[in-house]
């Protein structure tokens, strides 16, 4: 395994986990044709540089609080966090 979720509640820095994933992305494309612009893609999903970047935010969000209603479910447990953070975003792209 090169890298796992980093949740917002494990308070790691922003610059942390953006060098994290860049790694990891850059180990696992390693020797690929397109590696390179795998990375440029990255950042710039990570820099919100696009309305792309930004919709895919908003998914990824959305999925997060759907997969905490689906382990809630499994696991009877409180995952109402996770939703927050979707919930906080105001669920729309912002305007650019």
């Known amino acids: 395994m090169v890298t796992g979720d980093i949740t917002p509640?494990?308070?790691?820095?922003?610059?942390?986990?953006t060098q994290a994933e860049l790694s990891a992305l850059a180990e696992l494309t390693h020797g690929l044709e397109r590696a390179e612009r795998a990375l440029v893609i990255l950042r710039e999903y990570q820099?919100?540089?696009?309305?792309?970047?930004r919709f895919l935010k908003m998914v990824d969000k959305l999925e997060m609080a759907l997969q905490s209603l689906a382990y809630e479910d499994d696991f009877s447990i409180?995952?109402?966090?996770?939703r927050s953070f979707f919930e906080a975003s105001g669920n729309t792209p912002e305007e650019s």
Request: hydrophobic residues 25%; proline residues 5%; charged residues 35%.
């Open 78 to 82: 409180d995952l109402t966090e996770f």
């Open 9 to 17: 509640s494990q308070g790691v820095p922003r610059e942390v986990k």
């Open 47 to 53: 820099n919100q540089e696009s309305h792309e970047a």
